[in-house]
């Protein structure tokens, strides 16, 4: 079985016989029905397939079909003109490399349908080549626009920047709206929705299938599918593994799957993860792999938003389905980007309850965020979690604190506004990496963070306090009883107080008491 890994071109996918998920009965559903789409899924989602498996539907290549569900549906295989424009081949650090790629686009679509000899502006070229092609071929344009909001992304954080890729490409889909007589079928794709005063504002032509109930497997795959296209390289998996095939189908569950796109939707698996797993017969955070935005980590540290609340958010559709371009509140796109899905829904209040996907975003996620909030260093991370926990394991709390004073040494230049929030952050991150390996749990209230670890035979109590004491820390674990739960265990118990201070930015003394 050859896997589809990287493989963005129907065409190729189909000739060169690899296996290919069939997602072709929304396309002709997609294409029959007509108008303005758009779609919002994560990176690596399958987009750029399903952009590709449309040009592919509207260019009339029957052969590229045979033996899918479209083939019994689709009767006349027209061919129509394709405008075709891929802003994700491209890094946009200037108006000029925009600027650049459009000019690209336009220019070759001129050479074969004509170039005005009066329109100058992106947006005027675009319009003419439409209505040009249109009359050229006597049949009405498909438009296909891959990754429409890549630029508006990497300006995230540049608001002179964005403010004119804004108006650039307002004024370039603008085109889509204005030559709507010419327009057979569009399909925009990206990982966020642009709304309000940005790009979207002028669109309001567009149907948003993001949280379309009918299309929400549109791009990844189902459990379904799984067991329909998969049966052999899960077997192999298992085989591999040392595991069950149920066991092997719980572990790609727990990992890769639990995306929903609308509200008691179905479960879609992430396909990258899930095809290198079963390529290589081993599991791992391959979506991680190849890169989170910083822009995610900045969005969070402007907002001073409090992490522990990313799997506490509640969010209304209206939030979730259009991002403002100015606006600091981080959890749109961070739900887009993928890294938070639809948990619940309440439907009282029209209010959807947000969380990680699965265990290989949660973990990825939390790791990815720690260097920023802490002295870890990114490529020496995995080591220092493991020094942790092993000292937890062996019982050595005054070597795990060593650890953790160095950790949070030298941050100065890493704390922006409010200290406490900072550490409560950096400690909320640190504690939910530590909860991969051990048992933890924790309480944030007022300011106060408290967190009790269980590791083999030892539980540690851990007291901190703010611009307090070590000392008033662990009198305070005392009178109120936080260790009683654990003594008829019969575990080793250690109590931990810390204090940390706010103007030192540190941790500013620590005691343990058994």
């Known amino acids: 079985m050859k896997f589809p890994i990287g493989i963005q071109n129907f065409e190729k996918l189909r000739e060169d016989s690899f296996i290919y998920i069939d997602k072709t009965k929304l396309v002709h559903r997609l294409a029959v029905n007509g108008g303005d789409y758009f779609l919002s899924r994560p990176r690596r989602f399958g987009k750029s397939l399903l952009i590709s498996t449309l040009e592919a539907y509207f260019s009339g290549n029957k052969e590229a079909f045979q033996g899918l569900a479209i083939e019994s549906l689709e009767k006349d295989w027209i061919q129509y003109p394709i405008l075709h424009i891929d802003l994700n081949t491209e890094r946009y650090n200037s108006v000029e490399a925009l600027a650049n790629k459009l000019e690209t686009n336009l220019y070759e679509w001129e050479q074969l349908y004509g170039k005005s000899p009066v329109a100058n502006s992106f947006g005027t070229r675009f319009e003419y080549v439409i209505r040009k092609a249109f009359e050229k071929t006597g049949r009405r344009v498909v438009i296909l626009v891959d990754e429409y909001d890549k630029p508006m992304l990497q300006a995230i954080g540049n608001n002179d920047?964005?403010?004119?890729?804004?108006?650039?490409?307002?004024?370039?889909?603008?085109?889509?709206?204005?030559?709507?007589?010419?327009?057979?079928?569009?399909?925009?794709?990206?990982?966020?929705?642009?709304?309000?005063?940005?790009?979207?504002?002028?669109?309001?032509?567009?149907?948003?299938?993001?949280?379309?109930?009918?299309?929400?497997?549109?791009?990844?795959?189902?459990?379904?599918?799984?067991?329909?296209?998969?049966?052999?390289?899960?077997?192999?998996?298992?085989?591999?593994?040392?595991?069950?095939?149920?066991?092997?189908?719980?572990?790609?569950?727990?990992?890769?799957?639990?995306?929903?796109?609308?509200?008691?939707?179905?479960?879609?698996?992430?396909?990258?993860?899930?095809?290198?797993?079963?390529k290589r017969k081993q599991f791992g955070s391959y979506w991680f792999e190849t890169g989170t935005p910083t822009y995610l980590v900045e969005l969070l540290q402007r907002k001073d938003y409090v992490l522990p609340n990313l799997t506490e958010e509640v969010a209304t559709a209206d939030m979730l389905n259009s991002i403002d371009s100015f606006s600091d509140n981080p959890i749109p796109v961070i739900y887009q980007s993928?890294?938070?899905?639809?948990?619940?829904?309440?439907?009282?209040?029209?209010?959807?309850?947000?969380?990680?996907?699965?265990?290989?975003?949660?973990?990825?996620?939390?790791?990815?965020?720690?260097?920023?909030?802490?002295?870890?260093?990114?490529?020496?991370?995995?080591?220092?979690?493991?020094?942790?926990?092993?000292?937890?394991?062996?019982?050595?709390?005054?070597?795990?604190?060593?650890?953790?004073?160095?950790?949070?040494?030298?941050?100065?230049?890493?704390?922006?506004?409010?200290?406490?929030?900072?550490?409560?952050?950096?400690?909320?991150?640190?504690?939910?990496?530590?909860?991969?390996?051990?048992?933890?749990?924790?309480?944030?209230?007022?300011?106060?963070?408290?967190?009790?670890?269980?590791?083999?035979?030892?539980?540690?109590?851990?007291?901190?306090?703010?611009?307090?004491?070590?000392?008033?820390?662990?009198?305070?674990?005392?009178?109120?009883?936080?260790?009683?739960?654990?003594?008829?265990?019969?575990?080793?118990?250690?109590?931990?107080?810390?204090?940390?201070?706010?103007?030192?930015r540190c941790i500013d003394g620590w005691k343990i008491a058994e």
Do not use: W
């Open 161 to 278: 920047l964005q403010r004119e890729f804004r108006n650039i490409l307002k004024g370039f889909y603008g085109a889509l709206k204005s030559c709507d007589h010419y327009i057979r079928f569009a399909f925009l794709t990206g990982v966020t929705k642009f709304g309000k005063v940005s790009v979207f504002s002028d669109l309001n032509n567009l149907q948003d299938l993001s949280m379309d109930k009918e299309y929400q497997s549109i791009c990844g795959i189902t459990e379904e599918e799984i067991h329909q296209y998969f049966a052999e390289p899960v077997q192999q998996l298992a085989e591999e593994e040392g595991l069950t095939v149920e066991q092997t189908l719980q572990k790609l569950k727990q990992l890769y799957d639990g995306y929903h796109f609308v509200a008691g939707g179905v479960g879609i698996y992430n396909p990258f993860s899930l095809l290198n797993t079963l």
């Open 338 to 504: 993928g890294y938070l899905t639809i948990k619940g829904y309440d439907k009282e209040f029209e209010e959807y309850h947000l969380g990680f996907p699965n265990k290989e975003v949660e973990e990825g996620f939390t790791r990815f965020l720690l260097p920023f909030y802490t002295n870890a260093e990114h490529g020496k991370m995995p080591f220092s979690i493991a020094s942790f926990v092993r000292d937890l394991r062996s019982g050595r709390p005054a070597q795990f604190m060593q650890r953790m004073e160095s950790m949070f040494a030298d941050t100065d230049y890493r704390v922006v506004g409010d200290s406490e929030l900072y550490f409560q952050n950096a400690f909320y991150l640190l504690a939910k990496m530590m909860g991969f390996y051990t048992k933890v749990e924790r309480a944030t209230s007022d300011g106060r963070m408290d967190m009790t670890i269980e590791a083999a035979n030892n539980v540690y109590i851990f007291e901190f306090k703010l611009d307090g004491s070590a000392e008033a820390a662990l009198k305070q674990i005392d009178e109120k009883g936080y260790a009683t739960p654990f003594i008829s265990k019969g575990c080793n118990i250690y109590k931990v107080g810390v204090n940390f201070s706010l103007k030192k």
